[in-house]
């Protein structure tokens, strides 16, 4: 446990945070504007929505993309 | 011109609200932050996760500012040009296949004026977006490793927008003159690529190449002025910027007027 504290704390959050909440802000922008969609995705949306959550980066871009019907 | 704002404000709209005016920045701003942070920690990393041998980290010291800020562009000019070539594949071969230039263009619209408030756009989109990940990049460049001289800084910047303008330029006349948006991407990529690859390995004959623009902003960083040729390489590229939109309303005007008349 103590261990997993000190790795915790050795982590430069003030410098990384900024990266991790974008990255979440892309992440929800996305999901937002699958769900808005409805069925409107190409292929089935609950694919969309794993590839958003678990796709990194990456995966919103690819949704925005790709993703969307007569875009 | 106030048929151009108007056709301008409808591309703006449509950007808001397909989420582009939010998420091609906010892919910027992420390529941006992400840069500086790994040249700063990459030797940390290299130690906890690299497996290599005691000492060999040392062996990866900390980049100076100007080339964590040039390996920042080298970042835009991979997945920001993806990006952006793809969100901007389909500008206007999409909406002939689906049919809205055809609901635009029965009112009374110069081709001129919807092909180039297209472009404005576009470039507005770009630029922005650059911008901001670039701010960014150096906010943090200063912060973890060192600052750069900001005319420096901004010389550079204002070279490499051009390259991006150039960029979005090829796409959009290739989107004009191409039915399919992947074929539009591939030449692009294609033309983008071969520029770039053909002016650092034979910088001697593509002095004029917008390839070598890339290049100029890095000297910028580094020194403030541009490498030889650098002035020649600008005029060629916005002559030929100019040339391509001449083309696409050539090109525009023509294949409407077949389909007008038919």
Known sequence: MDEIVNELQAVPWPVVAPIIIIQFLLMVIALIDCLRRGGETKGPQWVWILVIVFGGIFGPIIYFLFGRRND | ?262
């Open chain 2, 1 to 262: 011109m106030r048929q151009w704002i108007i056709l301008f404000k409808k591309e703006v709209k449509e950007s808001i609200r397909n989420f582009k005016w939010i998420w091609i920045p906010v892919v910027f701003i992420l390529l941006g932050l992400t840069q500086p942070v790994v040249s700063y920690y990459l030797p940390d990393l290299l130690e906890q996760f690299g497996g290599l041998p005691e000492g060999a980290a040392a062996a990866f010291p900390v980049p100076t500012g100007s080339q964590v800020l040039a390996e920042t562009l080298g970042q835009f000019s991979q997945i920001g040009l993806l990006v952006l070539v793809l969100a901007f594949m389909g500008a206007v071969a999409g909406e002939r296949n689906n049919g809205t230039n055809i609901m635009i263009l029965v009112k009374p619209v110069s081709y001129a004026s919807y092909i180039s408030a297209k472009w404005a756009h576009m470039v507005l989109l770009a630029l922005v977006s650059f911008t901001a990940g670039f701010i960014f990049s150096v906010y943090y460049t200063f912060l973890l490793i060192e600052s750069v001289p900001a005319a420096h800084i901004i010389q550079g910047a204002l070279v490499y927008g051009l390259w991006l303008t150039f960029v979005v330029t090829v796409v959009l006349t290739l989107s004009t003159i191409i039915k399919s948006p992947a074929a539009v991407a591939f030449l692009t990529f294609g033309v983008t690529i071969t520029l770039s690859l053909m002016s650092s390995l034979l910088p001697e004959i593509m002095t004029w190449s917008p390839g070598m623009l890339s290049s100029h902003s890095h000297s910028f960083f580094m020194n403030g002025y541009g490498n030889e040729g650098f002035w020649l390489s600008l005029m060629c590229t916005i002559l030929m910027i100019a040339v391509m939109l001449s083309l696409a309303i050539y090109v525009f005007r023509k294949k409407e007027m077949a389909v007008h008349t038919t």
